[in-house]
């Protein structure tokens, strides 16, 4: 399996063709071997048009709601970003190539150790993991350019909508535990807050304080 051959195909046909078109976006999907971030057994459908298990329930997302959610961020280089959910640690990756510096925050730990292992191996130093609950944010950190929630909210965690700067950007899916609309929170320079509904998604549960509350 030639995996750039199969990451250029899936950027082609899965998002150029659903109309990605950020330029620094479509580049860092070509860049990071999602292939690293999967199961060795999962390699081969690594790059298929799917969400994949990543052990303990989760999922890494589907490689379009990866690209999707990180355009609506808007990222231009210079930005810092909270990412809740850290999961295999890709769309970390991702935000690492074209934000300046990324704070990703994991409930699990074996999933939060096994992504730090895979973002050292690529060498992505601006990238800050924490294992904890990430519906509070992380206020040493704050405030944010831009906060990516990628688990389904029961609503909008008030705490992150806090931690954004002026001009800043929250993308979060909200909805039931089976289906979830994509939001987009700006912050504006005023102070005051827009919300705007970007499209129907399905998400694994984002549990703790502000979330849902944890299954035994
Ligand atoms: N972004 C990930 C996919 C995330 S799956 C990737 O690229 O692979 C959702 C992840 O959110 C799961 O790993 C789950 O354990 C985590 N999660 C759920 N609730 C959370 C919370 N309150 N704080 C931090 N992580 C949480």
Redesign the pocket.
Known sequence: MNFEIARKRMVQTQLIARGVKDPRVIAAMLKVPRHI?VEEAMEAQAYSDSPLP?G?K????QPYM?AAMTELLELTGSEKVL??????????AILALLANKVCT????RP?ALKARKVLDSLGLLNVNLKI????CGWLEEAPFDAIIV??GAPAIPEQLVKQLKPGGRLIIPVGDQYEQTLQKITRRADGTISKEDVMGCR??????QS?WRAEE
């Open positions: 971030f990543i303990d989760q999922t890494i997302s990866v990412e809740i959910g850290t999961g295999s640690g890709y769309q970390a925050i994991e409930r699990l999933l904890g609950d990430g519906t990628t688990a998400f694994v549960k984002l549990i703790g979330g």
